[in-house]
């Protein structure tokens, strides 16, 4: 069983960055695809940010020119730079991954969540 366990969320005033690291527990394989999926109070698990082997990625439009993600391929690791940070943006992010490609509507693996409070 692959676990992934994230890092680096926290309290950030509007118009600051964080950065959310991801490292899965085998480097046995290569992950194809990891990314960053959050949800917000009261609504549905949304995708932010997913990104393939190849580098390929996917944004979610509401993220777009703000966050970037990217990744270790060699050690199973996957990062997500947020800047611009807007109270909209407050969420439980979760790390995910799996062999599917990008677009799938679900994958293999899912961290435990790490909160991203916007508040001022």
């Known amino acids: 069983q692959v676990r992934l366990v994230e890092s680096g969320g926290g309290l950030v005033q509007p118009g600051g960055s964080l950065r959310l690291s991801c490292a899965a527990s085998?480097?046995?394989?290569?992950?194809?695809?990891m990314g960053w999926y959050r949800q917000p109070p009261g609504a549905q698990r949304e995708l932010v940010a997913a990104?393939?082997?190849?580098?390929?990625?996917n944004y979610a439009d509401t993220v777009k020119g703000r966050f970037t993600i990217s990744r270790d391929g060699a050690k199973n690791t996957v990062y997500l730079q947020m800047n611009s940070l807007k109270p909209e943006d407050t969420a439980v992010y979760y790390c995910?991954?799996?062999?599917?490609?990008?677009?799938?509507?679900?994958?293999?693996?899912w961290g435990q969540g790490t909160q991203v409070t916007v508040s001022s």
């Open positions: 990104i393939a082997l190849g580098g390929s990625t």
């Open positions: 995910m991954g799996g062999a599917q490609p990008l677009g799938a509507k679900e994958y293999n693996y």
């Open positions: 085998t480097n046995r394989f290569k992950i194809n695809v």
